[in-house]
DNA sequence: CGCGATTTGTGCACGTCTTCACAAGCGCCT
DNA sequence: AGGCGCTTGTGAAGACGTGCACAAATCGCG
């Protein structure tokens, strides 16, 4: 599931404060879901909670780390140092969550050579050394829109079956090949159709208009959160 | 709905590429999604397709934009910047695409005064006069976890009612305001997930190991795209 | 003017996710 | 040892999203 993640930082959180157990109750306001929901996604793991006590939130972790695969450190190859890419070159919760940049690339020959938090850029052609000095398992496309599609065929050429793209677009690759995407423009696009909701139905009805604005059924916000109460 | 925006995105595109009508086939593959789905959304909003010809793309970017709230600018609050405010700062994609950063803000006093792609850093506390200047739709929380929620509240207090958090931490906001959430690190964990399952059934069948590799039906990668052909 | 090709809009069925509610199990206190 | 309160794990019901398949509608051409 794609909760797992969460619960996981939300279980670091409580290991650090000192507790020993915790109630999927607990654990849910943590996470910002709903108890039964945790309960299930955490049954589906085989897991091992105690009635009447709670879940062992070591021993949770040690679970969900080894189901997500982060028993072992993975090496991530960055592409693209441009803004985005700068940013997270540098993002400390990448180091702190699993992950190590194994290399930073470009396709830009001037800023070849250039140092970045400790890491020098390669050519995006030498993609095959990198690949072959470190096993690489996951890419991360930090490139314009224009330069992604290719990149990703290069990620693919050797060998990296997971990729993570910034780049608006939408990337084809091979059967077995994962991608996930994102976009900060649509989160704040999304955020702005909220706003344009909330704003047409509070102040003006808006008589005349189309049914654009009072969207039937079912537009309630379901992702996010709404209101967890202070 | 949530793929509003990579609709717009693909629209954008093909109207760049000089296409006056696209078909729900065609658009669909451009946005990356099932062509009855996408038939099916635009539907909700009441649209103007063409039966035998396809959608107006000009006219459908108008209608999505005005659905999204776009065809105002909206002004963004942009808290917190360091490595990933600062790169959010410079970001291309929100001005673009319909959003202006109208403030940098920073708790640190060191960062005050310091200017970033042409802006000034003023200090978060100054909220309240920056929201008198400007209307604020939208607040970012580029912080650290651990100053993300009072943030939170700060953005409350001046009006702001949709917040976009990069801290990994939940929020809790009072009824009426919109939070979503990215968080880099659990995009690679999720990626890391698969690859881990991938790994599992791939190579080492692990027979002694528990039933965390080998989860029961329904896990199969459904976010994401696997596979478009090339 | 009529016909066929094409494409939208949608009813329907299916599978998935979510939530409630409750039985089963565990520990603690008497 | 027994009962009581608390918490997990899960069955069932409902909401939701997805995709197929087809009727309705439009354009172009003869």
Redesign the interface.
């Known amino acids: 599931?794609?909760r797992?993640?969460?619960y996981?930082?939300?279980l670091h959180n409580l290991a650090e404060t000192g507790n020993e157990t915790v109630s999927s109750e607990g654990l849910a306001n943590?996470?910002?879901v709903n108890s039964a929901k945790l309960r299930k996604d955490l049954s589906?793991?085989?897991s091992y909670g105690t009635r009447g006590v709670g879940y062992d939130v070591a021993l949770l972790i040690e679970?969900i780390e080894?189901?997500?695969?982060?028993t072992q450190r993975?090496a991530?190859a960055l592409v693209g140092v441009g803004?985005?890419g700068?940013?997270?070159a540098?993002?400390?919760?990448?180091a702190?969550?699993?992950?190590r940049i194994a290399a930073l690339l470009d396709a830009d020959p001037a800023r070849v050579g250039e140092e970045i938090h400790g890491m020098v850029v390669r050519h995006v052609d030498e993609l095959p050394q990198v690949a072959a000095e470190e096993s690489i398992?996951?890419g991360?496309i930090a490139t314009p829109a224009s330069a992604a599609q290719r990149v990703a065929?290069q990620l693919v050429a050797v060998g990296v079956?997971?990729?993570?793209n910034f780049a608006?677009?939408?990337?084809?690759?091979?059967?077995?090949?994962?991608?996930?995407?994102?976009?900060?423009?649509?989160?704040?696009?999304?955020?702005?159709?909220?706003?344009?909701?909330?704003?047409s139905l509070t102040g003006l009805p808006r008589t005349g208009g189309?049914?654009?604005?009072a969207?039937?059924g079912g537009?309630a916000?379901t992702?996010?959160?709404?209101?967890?109460?202070?």
Chains 1, 2 share one sequence.
């Not at 080894?66 to 982060?70: D, I, P, Q």
Request: proline fraction near 4%; include cysteine; charge should be negative.
């Open positions: 599931m794609a797992l993640p969460e996981l930082r939300a943590a996470a910002g589906h793991l085989g679970q080894y189901v997500l695969g982060l993975r991530v803004n985005l700068h940013a997270l540098g993002y400390d919760g990448f702190s969550r699993g992950f398992a996951i991360v065929d079956t997971s990729i993570l608006p677009c939408v990337l084809s690759v091979p059967d077995g090949v994962d991608v996930r995407k994102v976009d900060l423009a649509i989160e704040l696009q999304i955020l702005s159709f909220h706003e344009h909701r909330k704003a189309s049914a654009l604005t969207l039937p537009l916000v992702e996010g959160q709404e209101a967890i109460g202070t």
